[in-house]
Each structure stands twice: as structure tokens, then as C-alpha cells.
């Protein structure tokens, strides 16, 4: 269930008399050894120096969020956001766990020689307030500590089942307002998790935030679910389930926990894809062993056949406004990637850089089209929609399947092991060098990442 | 005994038959020896199975239920004719079983094009029975893709094991 977050105009404290008494603990900011940070490039914000204190309440009380009261939530809120900046590359944070705790009236009025004696170039700080209809109140500052201005506030009231979303909400607020990039922290991941030997392996729907909290176990794993993928507004998941022996592509519905074929058909179906607007199912069908990629209202209705190539035409990934669709296609005689009109039409193969190219992805930005590019090992590439400037983000053995971050400049995949078949979601920055795996609870496939929760 | 003849006939074109395809090493098992010296085995049930069963059929086929490809290929060669041959005889045997053609793929290659690949041999395996008299309706196809492999290993021989149709009798 999700649940809205608003957005709080102006936080209104009372300018206290300024005890400027922290509950000092440990002073320590080992691992960056004194920092001083010379702004050099456009990439240069990767390198500042935050900050990230827990998040200080006005007063100690029960939520439904934990078990401790909102001071303890305070850590956990603040850890949250350390953790979003750190785990992605993005920032060199310190955080809750190794800086002093301030007071809830410094929130808005920092000790700022605290800070700066600390080489802290940036500095975030929120509070959390209980609400006696059992929401959550957070709000989140961003400090340019060498200027001693604030740079971006905001503030967040959620339900306390809620609470990891406030955290994300302040790290994309930080995020956003130091990279100048789009926010992605607040989002979902739905997957396959796997489990079991290669050959009887188990692999089961599943979701999670963008961090790997929140995992939930969808299907049972008594039929395999392959390839899902969500839906614009997070409601639906669309995923493949051999269901009753056969491939098709169910539509499972997370408010109700009901399921419905996306298309009545005695063929298979497979690869399922959302446009943007959430209305259009793209997906594959195969007839008479020839494969090709028809579209269907997400409602039900008609299906409307998209390709007639004898070849294997597969997959399909929306440009972010709808007019156009990367695909997949066999038909010169090995996968390659081609870009079609919404309607089928104008048809033409786009990749011309040798090897096999598979699983195409269309940036949320529309700038890039991330891709699996097949030679010999199998590695995550990125090229321009005109099939220009194609480059390699990976380079393992087997990684495939990417996905994009909603910003745009992340892209998930999956890594199997070679023997054993393990696999495991990785992600990526647009640089090739801040790769790294998400935690998941077992192995894990085919990650799916969602939009930007409203 | 007219069909132990057939049986021992298919048999031998298949020792001399063609094996232009680099045929995994272990497999298929090789026919078990059905020598002239030897007495036929009955044509049912030598362990109990029950005739019309997939458990009758493995053990009549010999391995022989399976076929093999080439890498990205879906081509039926005289190897596999041979064995859907053998397959086709089983099926008109017994005309009331149905039977399902399971198509695969190896690891190395994308999870969706692999389903799409794998619908593509079961069906070319399926096409041959049609072609060899079998009613289309008896027979269903069914691609599970690199999700389900026989050989575990990552290497060519691995490989060359996993990129099959399986035939299965329905009960």
C-alpha cells in the first residue's frame, strides 16, 4: 500500500536560545582522514564531504514505525540516507553512527564549528515528530556548511509503515540539489528471487525498495515466474509464469493479490513490457515456433500484431514519450537491435558494432538505450537511440538484462556464475566504475526498477 | 515380432546413420546391444512399465527421445530424423498417449530470446512428427528456455547437451 507523502510548506521552529549543547559521542572521522576536496570537474560533487547526523525529535515517543521511540528513529532515519549516498557512489557521507547527535533546535540553526572543524563540507539534518493521528512528520536541510547557508528544505508526512520512504525522499532531495540529476532513491524493484540447484532451481516473483528493504516474497515458487516487470504507478506487476506448464504473462494485481492473463491465447507468451503511461502492454508471442511482438490495452482488448518477420522478433522497451519501441530481433541472422514506430511501422536495425545485441532498454531520459551485448560473454552496454557510441558498462562473464534507474543514470542487470548458475543483481553508474550487488535475501534475477514514487 | 524387426532396422540405420553434428560425448547413451546372438527383448514391459507410459517410452527410446542442435540453430538434421523417426513409431504404437516436445536452449544467451529459441526446436521437432503422419493434435510444444538445463557445467560439452527437444508422453 502506498501511501502519499505531502509536502510541507515551511517548518516552523522556535528559534531557541541556542544551547548549542551536543550529546557529544564519538568525534571520529577516521576513514577520510581530514578531508579537503578540490572542486576540479563536473563530477566533482561525487567527491564532497557530507555529513549526515541522526535525525533529532522534539520529543521521545512510541510509533508504530518501531519498536523504540522516534529518537531511535532519528538513527535509523538518518542512517537510511548515509546509506542511499553512500551505497551508490554518489558522495563521500559520513554518518549517524560515527558523528555527534544534535538537538532538535539545531535542526534548523547548526553548530556550525561543529561541522567545520569536522572538514564536513556539506551537512544534512531533519527531525522526526510523532503526530497523534500515528503519522510521521520529517523534515530534511540541506547545509552548505564553508557558505553556513541552508541550500534546499523540505518536508515530508507519512505513515509510519512509511518511514524508509521520508529517508529516501532527503536523499534524493540531497541528491538532486548537489548533482543537478533527477531523484531515484524513492522507488521499487521488483525481481525474480532463485533458489535451489541449477537445474531444479526455484525462482519466484518478488519486490523491494530501491535499497533491498521491504523485500516481499510475491509467488510461491511452485511455478517458475520469469521476467516482471512494473507497472508506471507501482499498482500491477506484469511477469511470466509457466502457471498450469505453459509460458504466459500474467498480470498480478498487488492491492488485490488476483492475477489475470494479460491475453487469452493457446500460444505462449512472454517478455511483457508497460508503455509509460501505463495503458499499452507490449508483449511476445510465439506461433508455430516463430516469435513476434504484438501490443494489448493493459484493460484487455484486441492485441495488435507489431511484427511479422520470419525471424525471432522479442522484447521491446518504450522511448519515454510512447512514439517508439527498441527491439529485438533475429532476422539478419543473428539478435540484433531495432527500433520501431509505436504502430509497427518503420522498422530498422539500429546496432552495427559486431557481436550479438540483445534485451534493449530505453533510458527514462531518452539519451541512452542500455543493452546485453553478446560476444562470447555476455555484458552490459550502453549506445545512443541511433545505435551510435555504443560502450561497455561490464564486463564479467555473464551479465544481461539491464535496467534503468528512473533518473536515468544507473542501470541494474543480473550476473550469473559460471558452474553454478548463481545469480545476482548488480548496478552500475554511467561511468562503468561504481558498479556493485544489491543485498537480496537469495539469488536473484531479471530486476525490474520502477519510477520515482509521487 | 513384425515390430521388433522395425524397431531392430531403425536401430541399425541409426549405428550407421550420419554424425556430421559434434554429438556430446556421453550422450546420447549408445543402443544397447540387440545382436542377432541375443534374443529380442519383448516389446513391453521388460521391467514392468506399462506400455503407453513415459516411463516406457524413455526406456524405449533409448535416449533417443532427444535431439541435439547447434549453437543458435533449430534445423533438423538425418541424426535427429532418425530419432523422431523412432519417436513417430513409439507414437503410432500406441495412438491413444499425447505427447508434449519440451524445447531448450544453453546458458549463453539472453533468458527472453532463449524461450523464443526454444519454442523454435521444439516446434521443428514437432513439424518432423507431423510430417512422419503423427495428427498435429496429439502433440504440444513447450519452451522452458536456459531456465532448465541437463548438464550443470559452463563449458562446451555442457552446452552442447542442454541445446535439445525432449519428447515427453503425456499420461
Keep these: ?454 | 515380432m513384425k515390430k521388433i524387426a522395425l524397431a531392430l532396422a531403425v536401430t541399425s540405420v541409426l549405428a550407421l546413420g550420419a554424425c556430421k553434428k559434434q554429438a556430446p560425448a556421453d550422450l546420447p547413451p549408445p543402443p544397447q546391444a540387440t545382436g542377432p546372438s541375443t534374443p529380442a527383448p519383448a516389446p513391453s514391459t521388460p521391467q514392468g512399465l506399462v506400455p503407453g507410459t513415459q516411463a516406457h517410452f524413455a526406456q524405449q527410446m533409448q535416449g533417443r527421445d532427444t535431439i541435439y542442435f547447434d549453437t543458435d540453430k533449430f534445423n533438423v538434421d538425418a541424426e535427429d530424423q532418425a530419432a523422431l523417426s523412432q519417436q513417430a513409431a513409439y507414437l503410432r504404437q500406441y495412438p491413444n498417449i499425447r505427447a508434449t516436445v519440451e524445447g531448450h536452449c544453453d546458458e549463453r544467451g539472453t533468458r527472453e530470446y532463449n524461450i523464443a529459441l526454444g519454442e523454435r526446436r521444439a516446434n521443428a521437432a514437432k513439424n518432423y512428427l507431423v510430417s512422419l503422419g503423427i495428427p498435429a493434435e496429439r502433440l504440444t510444444t513447450v519452451s522452458y528456455g536456459k531456465e532448465r538445463p541437463a548438464a550443470l557445467g559452463s563449458n562446451a560439452e555442457a552446452w552442447a547437451r542442454n541445446r535439445r527437444a525432449v519428447t515427453i508422453v503425456l499420461n
Aim: proline share 6%; glycine share 10%.
Design chain 1, 1 to 454: 500500500m502506498l501511501s502519499r507523502i505531502t509536502a510541507l510548506i515551511v517548518l516552523a521552529f522556535f528559534s531557541g536560545n541556542a544551547l548549542a549543547q551536543e550529546q557529544v559521542r564519538v568525534p571520529v572521522l577516521e576513514e577520510e582522514g581530514g578531508l579537503s576536496v578540490t572542486v576540479t570537474d563536473d563530477s566533482a560533487w561525487q567527491d564532497l564531504s557530507i555529513a549526515i547526523p541522526s535525525f533529532a525529535t522534539d520529543r521521545d515517543q512510541p510509533t508504530a514505525a518501531n519498536s523504540q521511540g522516534t529518537t531511535a528513529l532519528g538513527i535509523e532515519l538518518g542512517r537510511v540516507v548515509y546509506n542511499d549516498l553512500r551505497n551508490n557512489g554518489l558522495f563521500r557521507p559520513v554518518g549517524p553512527d560515527s558523528l555527534p547527535n544534535p538537538a532538535y533546535q539545531q535542526i534548523t540553526a547548526p553548530s556550525w564549528s561543529t561541522w567545520s572543524g569536522r572538514s564536513a563540507e556539506m551537512l544534512v539534518q531533519g527531525y522526526v515528530r510523532a503526530g497523534a493521528d500515528g503519522r510521521l512528520t520529517v523534515g530534511c536541510y540541506l547545509y552548505d556548511v564553508q557558505l553556513q547557508q541552508q541550500l534546499v528544505r523540505e518536508g515530508w508526512v507519512v505513515d509510519a509503515a512509511d518511514w524508509r520512504r521520508a529517508a529516501h525522499k532527503c536523499a534524493d532531495l540531497v541528491y538532486s540539489r548537489l548533482s543537478g540529476e533527477s531523484p531515484f532513491f524513492d522507488s521499487k524493484i521488483a525481481y525474480i528471487a532463485e533458489t535451489g540447484p541449477k537445474d531444479k532451481r526455484i525462482k519466484r516473483l518478488a519486490i523491494m525498495d530501491s535499497d533491498g528493504a521491504n523485500h516481499r516474497f510475491i509467488t510461491s515458487g511452485q511455478s517458475t515466474a520469469l521476467t516482471p516487470r512494473y507497472s508506471p504507478d507501482y499498482s500491477k506487476i506484469a511477469y511470466v509464469s509457466y502457471l498450469n506448464g505453459y509460458a504466459r504473462i500474467y498480470v498480478y494485481d498487488i492491492g488485490s493479490g488476483r492475477q489475470t492473463l494479460v491475453t487469452e491465447s493457446q500460444n505462449p507468451t512472454f517478455a511483457p513490457r508497460w508503455s509509460p503511461n501505463g495503458r499499452t502492454i507490449l508483449y511476445s508471442m510465439a506461433v508455430n515456433g516463430n516469435t513476434d511482438i504484438y501490443s494489448v490495452p493493459a484493460t484487455g482488448g484486441t492485441p495488435r500484431r507489431l511484427t511479422d518477420a520470419p525471424g525471432i522478433d522479442v522484447g521491446g522497451s518504450y522511448s519515454p514519450d510512447g512514439s517508439q519501441v527498441v527491439f529485438e530481433s533475429d532476422r539478419s541472422g543473428n539478435q540484433q537491435i531495432y527500433v520501431m514506430n509505436a504502430d509497427g511501422t518503420g522498422q530498422r536495425r539500429i546496432s552495427f558494432f559486431g557481436g550479438r545485441a540483445a534485451t534493449p532498454e530505453w533510458s527514462p531520459r531518452g539519451d541512452q538505450i542500455a543493452f546485453t551485448h553478446i560476444v562470447g560473454d555476455l555484458r552490459v552496454g550502453v549506445m545512443s537511440p541511433d545505435g551510435r557510441n555504443m560502450r561497455h558498462l561490464t564486463n564479467s562473464w555473464q551479465d544481461e538484462a539491464p535496467t534503468w534507474a528512473p533518473n536515468g543514470r544507473i542501470v541494474q542487470f543480473f550476473r550469473t556464475a559460471r558452474n553454478t548458475g548463481e545469480t545476482s543483481i548488480w548496478q552500475v553508474d554511467l561511468t562503468g566504475r561504481n558498479e556493485r550487488r544489491l543485498p537480496t535475501p537469495v539469488g536473484a534475477s531479471d530486476p525490474a526498477w520502477g519510477p520515482v514514487l509521487p
